[in-house]
């Protein structure tokens, strides 16, 4: 059936039933079947024994199961067919029990979950699709109601706790967050809202009143109390994908679902280990497990003797009386009454000469076309519109606009007649008034209000062939104009002033069918048969990639889904599309003969004014919480609520704190190691960071970016932000950093993104002046640098599968690379003891930390079981490390490695990731200390064992004496062959680490001489010659130069600059493994000969050149290989979950001007997912995901005002 149906359902219930007692049920997918396995089972401590089992095939795809234990009674969601299933008295006669559908007309989506009340006999479900959260009598299926409809956009997990008489559900969508309410869906409050993404499965143990859920993204299994507080991480499981919970006495039940293993882990629920999982026989998914136990606590059921006539559910203290949707209750609190008419949410929709209505459910479920009620027409209607305020149906035939009442559909009377026939319809549902255009070349679009019955155009010259009217009254009203050739769509306010052009003839042929998603504030349209879509205020259009589209002909948008009006006459059908973050999913076609348009009448999608947050976020900076009609703004973790209550801030730490990077949430926070405070970085353009690394001399953070590619840095308190190069133009990203202190030079590890991308190491100056230096590799991660001694060494990651991950090392200039250790699983982390010469190496497939020596003889140091080890960095005698199945920093100290401590435990931080440290011990090279680091050379100084080497910029021309002041020739340069590395030990069988050969055993790799005081004499002398000689040079060269200039200006001017530049690229490297490169240079630098006019107007004292540039510009290069994370840094083939995976948040804030490139990924977390603006509908929502498009974006002292006068 494919990974959509992967989907796990964990349900506790408390209660012995006569049939079943200390069970857990497991329900699998075999075949287009289920097969349900009951396990009789005895639980002790954190541990699950098996006493018996047996199973039962069912005809069904059940993708969530729940049980009633009080009549053994077993619940499923079918999601072939969208119903709730009853299998009454499940046991062991369930090989006979058959299903019967207790609701239907769900979404069919396998992130439908459903919960059971077993205490007020009510069944609980959340839709995704339709936004909303129902309750269901078991005893009679005509009971249901909505208690939940809105304050949310992506419901995914849901709980019931009958005994506390609490109802739980989580939040998927761009605001993540875990809400609570009684069982009748009051009491409403969020109870988590930071440090949340995507909360895919939750859980209730009512012994200890705990709220135990799994947050897919983050990969964590997390515990809290039932009001949101004492928040924990129970585990965090990376690259196992974790879809359904359960608490079973001392145990919890996870269901662990992906491409090739589908099991159910056995967890203690205190210390979050696993002790084993459910031998289960093979099947192609797991997709439901329960479990009760034969003792509960006991509560009295208030509803069993209440007197409701529709629903009933318990509260805290008593009772509560629901109705039915379209009923009201009356004034006894038992009794419901008739409201009106029997359609309270209906799809309306026309065909020829019919209008019709139809529970809305149809659009899940055909069978409701039972209920279909029409009125006849003596022509097509494809002009018409709902309002669901006094439920009535405006529509149009020729010049004739009609009105009928839902509730009265058979019968309809005629409200006017327009000037000319009628080419689009729509009603402001707030105030009644009716909208229509009309014409042709003298087109017009008018008003007519019903309450004043007057009758006026609003937009009447300059109009051509207006049609496909469609209002969004709490904003603007959109409509096509023009003919084939000039055709556009326009929009206006609602009086019809500020008309404007928002995608013009250029990007559109024969657009038709405008539906606006108000979620989303997108407007979707169809053209040339694909369905396309634009955000509202024009900035940003898409062709929609709707798999299993056919032919559409009209649109129509209802909560998350999209409705699509497919083929024409007797073959046409109505096909659902699902929506998740603008991510859209075909779901089903539903035959419609003849149907020619559809929309929904359905009063909470036709407010009267934006709810609390909807608007601009509520003015809150980061996050918006509504409280019924009001809102109370809160931060993401790690900043303060500032004074105003609206914007938020963060202080940054001045002393004794460390940098890590959030791979999930794409923040880096300062992490205090004296308290154990945490503080973001409060700077918008940290997004998805790879590598971060403190300078300690500057004050700066340098990081760089998977989703920009930039390498960028920035004061610790968010000032002083810059660019220093964007290493995508080299079709890579920059994954690790190390500062050289002699010279601020910043080398970085370079993983591709592109097939032919640069992979290896490169340098980058403070000024911007970058090179690439070594190209080799699979995927390089981590670098650590001995500017004393010249040397710097690299790991690569290698593959998946543990293979080719190797520990490098090289001159810093590039020169000698050679493999010192290729004994690694997993290379992750590297730090350096530049005082006793010695490497720490983490290794996330094997979890052991090993010391090394220069020359890669390495041995055991520190092991982490099961803790898949990232980045490591050392600060005197300690060495901090991170790792992704930990939920925190661990320090260990290297003299006593049982001297360990745990930093940053945050429920709300994600997979931490690189770290930089506040202060570290670090070498430098004398000979390039002079000059600012630059030492000799004019553009980069880059360090050797006995020497350095002078180096330009990539682009620059490979010429030695234009490029560097002094540089060390290779023809000076004496070669060394350093032994190879094959023959070394295993890790196993390493010598002790005192018997490593010191490091100045290896011969010179340089034969630069020394001055000394016997050549000062011979200096001089030759000095003053060289003076003498020169002053007669430079007077026959004056004349010279003169005539010359004269003849070659504009020749000179076309060259495009004076200094052609010595690119160290231009070394021919081997590719050997071992050993040593043997260094040579191409003919063309050795003997480098300066054209003609390569010197002109240059003169001995030219100054250096200026690096003060002006803002990098970035082309549009998405890169196709990046994972949906953002991070290329999976150990696993299983990185990122194919369905459910969403992206991390960014926060815009305030900065000084800059000009960021946009180069976004279409895979990366801010690509794909289109959110267009919302204050004034002409700027980005808060809290959502922006795929930045155009050719560059200028950010000015404000970044969101610039962004969106750029998109203006």
Request: hydrophobic share 35%.
């Amino acid at each position: 059936m494919g990974t959509m149906f992967i989907c796990v359902c964990i349900l506790a219930c408390f209660q012995i039933s006569s049939v079943l007692s200390d069970s857990v049920i497991v329900s699998s997918l075999r075949g287009g079947q289920t097969n349900l396995t009951i396990m009789d089972v005895n639980v002790t401590g954190g541990s699950l024994s098996i006493i018996q089992s047996e199973s039962f095939l069912k005809p069904q795809i059940l993708t969530d199961i729940a049980i009633d234990p009080i009549s053994g009674t077993l619940f499923g969601f079918d999601f072939r067919y969208g119903n709730i299933l009853q299998y009454p008295g499940f046991g062991r006669s369930g090989a006979s029990v058959t299903g019967s559908v207790v609701h239907k007309g769900l979404t069919r989506n396998t992130l439908v979950k459903i919960a059971v009340d077993w205490v007020s006999q009510n069944i609980y479900w959340v839709d995704p699709g339709f936004r909303w959260i129902g309750i269901q009598s078991v005893s009679n299926q005509t009971k249901h109601t909505i208690i939940l409809h809105d304050g949310f956009t992506y419901p995914v997990s849901l709980a019931v706790d009958p005994i506390h008489r609490v109802l739980f559900w989580g939040d998927g969508s761009s605001s993540p967050k875990i809400e609570r309410s009684s069982l009748d869906g009051g009491n409403r409050r969020t109870i988590v809202s930071q440090g949340i993404i995507f909360p895919t499965a939750m859980t209730v143990d009512v012994d200890n009143e705990q709220l135990i859920w799994l947050d897919l993204t983050r990969d964590t299994v997390e515990m809290a109390a039932q009001d949101g507080t004492a928040r924990r991480i129970l585990r965090r499981l990376s690259h196992i994908y974790l879809s359904h919970v359960d608490v079973f006495k001392d145990i919890m039940l996870l269901t662990k679902i992906d491409t090739d293993a589908y099991v159910v882990f056995v967890m203690d629920k205190h210390s979050g280990d696993i002790d084993h999982t459910l031998p289960l026989e093979r099947t192609d998914f797991i997709n439901g497990v329960v479990s009760f136990k034969d003792t509960q606590p006991t509560i009295i059921n208030n509803c069993a003797t209440a007197l409701c006539s529709d629903l009933c559910v318990n509260t805290e203290t008593w009772f509560k009386c629901l109705c039915v949707d379209g009923r009201t209750l009356s004034s006894d609190l038992l009794t419901c009454v008739d409201g009106p008419g029997s359609l309270h949410r209906a799809l309306v929709w026309t065909k020829s000469t019919s209008l019709c209505a139809t529970d809305l459910r149809v659009i899940n479920d055909v069978s409701y076309r039972a209920s279909d009620t029409c009125i006849q027409t003596d022509s097509d209607i494809i002009h018409f519109d709902v309002n669901a305020r006094d439920r009535t149906i405006v529509y149009a035939r020729g010049s004739a606009i009609y009105i009928t009442s839902l509730d009265a559909i058979t019968s309809n009377r005629q409200l006017l007649f327009a000037a000319n026939d009628v080419t689009g319809l729509g009603v402001d549902w707030r105030d009644g008034n009716l909208y229509w255009s009309e014409g042709q070349t003298d087109g017009r679009i008018i008003v007519h209000s019903r309450q004043e019955r007057a009758t006026v155009p609003l937009i009447d010259s300059g109009l051509s062939m207006p049609r496909e009217l469609t209002l969004f009254p709490l904003y603007k009203m959109f409509w096509i104009s023009g003919d084939v050739g000039i055709v556009q769509i326009e929009r206006a306010n609602m009086d019809g002033t500020n008309r404007e052009i928002i995608v013009n003839s250029s990007s559109v042929r024969a657009p038709l069918g405008l539906a606006i998603d108000t979620l989303t504030d997108i407007l979707y349209f169809v053209d040339e048969g694909f369905v396309k879509s634009v955000w509202l205020n024009g900035t940003v259009m898409e062709v929609e990639d709707l798999e299993g589209l056919s032919s559409p002909q009209r649109l129509y948008v209802y909560q998350n889904q999209l409705l699509v009006i497919s083929g024409t006459s007797s073959s046409a059908k109505l096909q659902v599309f699902s929506s998740r973050m603008r991510d859209l999913t075909f779901t089903e076609d539903i035959s419609f003969p003849n149907i020619l348009g559809a929309k929904v009448l359905d009063e909470r999608t036709q407010p009267d004014i934006f709810g609390p947050c909807e608007e601009n976020n509520g003015g809150c900076e980061h996050i918006c919480i509504p409280l019924g009609n009001v809102r109370v703004c809160q931060c993401q973790f790690g900043f303060q609520l500032h004074q105003d209550k609206k914007s938020c801030f963060s202080e940054a730490l001045s002393t004794n704190f460390v940098y890590v990077g959030d791979w999930t949430h794409g923040r880096i926070y300062q992490v205090s190691l004296d308290t154990d405070q945490v503080a973001a970085l409060d700077a918008p353009m940290v997004t998805n960071p790879a590598g971060i690394e403190y300078n300690l001399k500057t004050g700066h953070l340098i990081w760089s970016s998977t989703e920009t590619n930039l390498i960028q840095t920035i004061n610790t308190d968010g000032a002083e932000y810059g660019i220093l190069v964007n290493v995508g133009v080299f079709g890579s990203f920059a994954d690790r950093l190390a500062v050289d202190y002699t010279s601020g030079n910043v080398y970085f590890t370079a993983v591709p993104f592109v097939g032919d991308g640069f992979v290896g190491v490169g340098v980058v100056s403070p000024t911007g002046v970058h090179t690439k230096l070594v190209s080799y590799g699979h995927s390089p991660r981590a670098i650590a640098l001995d500017p004393s001694k010249g040397i710097m060494f690299w790991t690569d990651h290698g593959f998946a599968d543990g293979t080719s991950s190797e520990v490098l090392a090289a001159n810093m200039d590039g020169s000698q690379r050679r493999v010192i250790n290729s004994n690694m699983g997993w290379a992750n982390g590297l730090t350096i003891d530049t005082t006793g010469k010695f490497l720490y190496i983490a290794d996330g497939k094997t979890d052991t930390i090993s010391k090394c020596n220069y020359n890669g003889i390495c041995s055991a140091f520190f092991s982490d079981a099961g803790a898949q080890l990232m980045d490591i960095k050392l600060l005197e005698n300690s060495l901090y490390y991170t790792a992704w199945n930990r939920v925190h920093i661990t320090r260990i100290d290297i003299l006593n490695t049982g001297d360990r401590e745990e930093l940053a435990r945050n429920a709300e931080l994600g997979r931490l990731d690189s770290l930089a440290l506040h202060d570290a011990a670090y070498t430098v090279s004398s000979q390039c200390t002079p000059n600012d680091g630059l030492g000799p050379c004019r553009y980069l100084c880059l360090p050797r064992p006995e020497g350095y080497t002078c180096a330009c910029e990539d682009e620059q021309e490979e010429s030695i004496d234009t490029c560097s002041g002094i540089f060390t020739k290779p023809s000076e340069t004496k070669e060394t062959t350093l032994p190879p590395l094959t023959s070394q030990p295993p890790l196993t069988s390493q010598p002790p680490l005192t018997s490593q050969p010191p490091l100045t055993s290896q011969p010179p790799l340089t034969s630069q001489p020394p001055v000394t005081d016997s050549s000062v004499g011979v200096l001089v002398g030759a000095v003053v010659g060289s003076l003498a000689g020169l002053t007669v040079f430079a007077a026959l060269g004056v004349v010279a130069c003169c005539l010359y200039r004269r003849r070659h200006t504009q020749k000179a001017t076309d060259s495009g600059h004076a200094n052609p530049a010595f690119d160290i690229a231009s070394f021919s490297t081997s590719n050997q493994d071992i050993g040593h490169d043997q260094i040579s240079f191409s003919d063309s630098t050795k003997h480098h000969t300066p054209a003609s006019n390569d010197y002109e107007g240059l003169t001995t004292n030219t100054p250096p050149r200026i690096y003060d540039r002006p803002p990098i510009e970035l082309p549009l290069s998405p890169n196709p290989q990046q994972p949906v994370s953002g991070n290329l840094r999976p150990p696993s083939e299983n990185y990122d979950h194919p369905i459910f995976y969403t992206p991390p948040v960014n926060v815009l804030h305030t900065r000084p001007p800059m000009e960021l490139p946009l180069s976004p990924n279409p895979h990366q977390p801010a690509s794909g997912n289109l959110m267009p603006p919302s204050e004034n509908f002409d700027q980005p929502k808060a809290n959502t995901y922006m795929s930045l498009r155009g050719d560059s974006l200028v950010m000015g002292s404000d970044f969101l005002n610039s962004f969106i006068n750029n998109k203006k």
